[in-house]
């Protein structure tokens, strides 16, 4: 138990102390997690489990996209693939379909790299561009 304790004091200060790129990223990491979690679920037959770990990364892929600055013309871009991504989600959640949240998982890991990349190349993140 007082390990567990040290390992949320752990992580709460890793959240309290992240930079906003760094939040970021945790957050994509978090939408990949969950997504894992759920494709397991479904495999298992874990209905409930799912359900849960994939409104998860709804809820993740909706902040992403209310957060977006709208005075940048890249943003538009950006709430055509959240709004999509959310679409999908819902989807995999009513057929309970792996295969969709396979796709999801795709697109997830495309954008938490390509943000990786841009933080070492802005020098933003725990890694710094040499």
Same mark, same amino acid.
């Given at each position: ?15 309290? !102390? ?5 939040? &970021?990223?945790?957050?994509? +990491? ?15 037959? $874990? ?18 996209? &209310?957060?977006? +600055? ?6 538009? +871009? ?18 309970? +379909? ?14 938490? $790299? &390509?943000?990786?990349?841009?933080? !070492? ?10």
């Amino acid at each position: 138990m007082l390990q567990q304790q040290a390992f949320n004091a752990y992580n709460n200060s890793k959240i309290l !102390t992240a930079s906003p790129a760094e939040l &970021t990223l945790m957050l994509y +990491d978090g939408a990949i997690k969950f997504t894992n979690i759920a494709i397991l679920a479904l495999e298992k037959k $874990d209905i409930e489990k799912a359900h849960n770990n994939i409104r998860k990364t709804e809820r993740i892929v909706i902040e992403f996209q &209310t957060s977006l +600055d709208h005075k940048y013309e890249v943003a538009k +871009d950006f709430e055509k693939v959240y709004l999509y991504l959310i679409s999908r989600l819902r989807e995999a959640n009513i057929k309970k +379909d792996a295969e969709i949240l396979e796709e999801v998982l795709k697109h997830l890991r495309t954008m938490r $790299d &390509t943000w990786k990349e841009v933080m !070492t190349i802005a020098g933003n993140g725990t890694k710094r561009a040499i």
